[in-house]
């Protein structure tokens, strides 16, 4: 007879996405059972840029030093046309961006996925199920069954709720017949992979988007002693041909000594932007992959995939202890799907720019481009699920705690909410007030900390600048700012959010 086992949340896929929302599972208390085909990490790479925000939540399951450790800070991005005239371009700001790490990392998905599963052998509210397929799911009011298939057999896997993070052909997608809505881009590209020389660690200091019609290409930095080169795909071609070496190196040759270089890897991928119409029915959702798809022109589909992680995993925790109603998980959609709706129009509109085959379109492209400063498309903001002020809906910069040494802040108070006051000694029975109503939230305060509140220095000045004109703001436990007021208006609209009820 099948074996029966129970869990708060089962977890299909273990891919980054999938690891970070156990991880932070487990660091609420949940008791987490994830499901994964492969026995091994997939060792090449794939992802290849984290930005600075990604990083910030990576820290929060204690894996951001080993992304670091295995990853290029890139010093900009340029879009250029055959004569390589600059046709759009974006460089980061001088210094490290608000959240205390590089704007752009530049690394090796390997090594991420590798520390990830580290850190989830050392809690022990997680199972992980290695060489083991989901082959059905179903619900209802009292939870979800997963059909388990091992090499040991078949196994019947309880849990209150499930989420699919396994990727894009998602079994779990398919198998509550969701459908994905198209946003009109699909381009065959092939993808490359290569170690460079010994004693190299990176090709160049920037990631290039070469606006050839005769052969658009990608160029960017892959993490320490790697590079990645991507070339559009014309209709006709023979996907096998593509990736053969000696094809590879002829496309190569023009960007690299082609002896000196070792092919890492190749595979044609379609391109695409796609996103899942719905991504929770009843006790089951979807993030990642799973929930959408997007060209990499801007670099953020991994990154996405995390925020997804980063804005669910409380929110189970609090609908498993009862703090807020099942259907406070609709909010995940509601919150993440314009930001990765937009996020994903930018990407689709770089690759429109980049995939232009035509001569005469690009030359029109190239006149147009050259004769006015086209900006780069910048990250949209969080609108769902937050105030309406100024600062509402971006990533909270990270202030250090200082005492008797200096640390960041989330380190200290790790991923719960955490409500920042410019004044601690200022409205102290507000603050008191929220603590009483929030335990689980932290306090800091930039100055006159008092008891129970954390000494906070905002050593570049982004924070003070964003309480410039009020006295607090509140970052929700992703640390997205919720908004900012004062500290009983941000307590009131919190517990309306909680509720489920219309933000101010």
Sequence with gaps: MPQRRQYDVLIVGLGPVGAVLAALGAQLGLRIRVVEKDTEV????????????????LNFVGVA?????????????????RDREILMSRYPPPGLAPTGYPWANMFHQPSLEAALRARLAECPEVEVSLGATVTGVEQDDAGVTAVIETEDGSERAEAA???????ARSFVRRALDIDMVD?????????????????????????????????PTTSVLSGPGRHRWEFMLRPGDDYAEATRPEVLKARLADWVDTDAIELERSAVYEFHGLIARRWRSGRILLI?????????????????????????????????RGAVAPAFLDTVQAEREPHVAGITRSAIELGRIVCVA???????????????????????????????????????????????????????????????????????????????????????????????QLALEDESGHLRRMLAEEPALLAKPDRIVFGAGSVAMLAWEWADYLRGETLA
């Design 42 to 57: 997939y060792r090449l790479p794939r992802a290849v840029q984290i930005d600075y925000e990604v990083m910030r939540l």
């Design 65 to 81: 030093d080993d992304v670091l450790a295995n990853s290029c800070a890139s010093a900009g991005y340029e879009f250029v046309n």
């Design 161 to 167: 709720y499930a989420v699919g993070c396994d990727g």
């Design 183 to 215: 946003l009109g881009f699909e381009e065959p590209w092939v993808v490359v992979d290569v170690k460079l020389p010994p004693g190299m660690r990176q090709l160049s200091e920037v990631s290039v988007q070469l606006c050839d019609p005769g052969q």
């Design 288 to 320: 990642g992959d799973a929930a959408h798809q997007m060209p990499p022109f801007f670099g953020q589909g991994l990154c996405s995939g995390v925020r997804d992680a980063c804005n669910l995993a409380w929110k189970l925790a609090a609908v498993m």
């Design 358 to 452: 035509d001569e005469t379109e690009a030359a029109e492209r190239d006149r147009r481009m050259l004769a006015g400063r086209t900006p780069f498309p910048s990250m949209p903001v969080i609108t769902e699920g937050v105030l309406g002020d100024r600062g509402a809906g971006r990533p909270m910069p990270e202030p250090m705690v200082t005492g008797t040494r200096r640390e960041r802040v989330d380190d200290i108070v790790g991923y719960v909410p955490l409500l920042v006051v410019a004044d601690g000694g200022r409205d102290a029975a507000a603050i008191q007030a929220f603590r009483a109503a929030f335990p689980d939230a932290r306090v800091g305060a930039l100055e006159h900390a008092r008891d129970g």
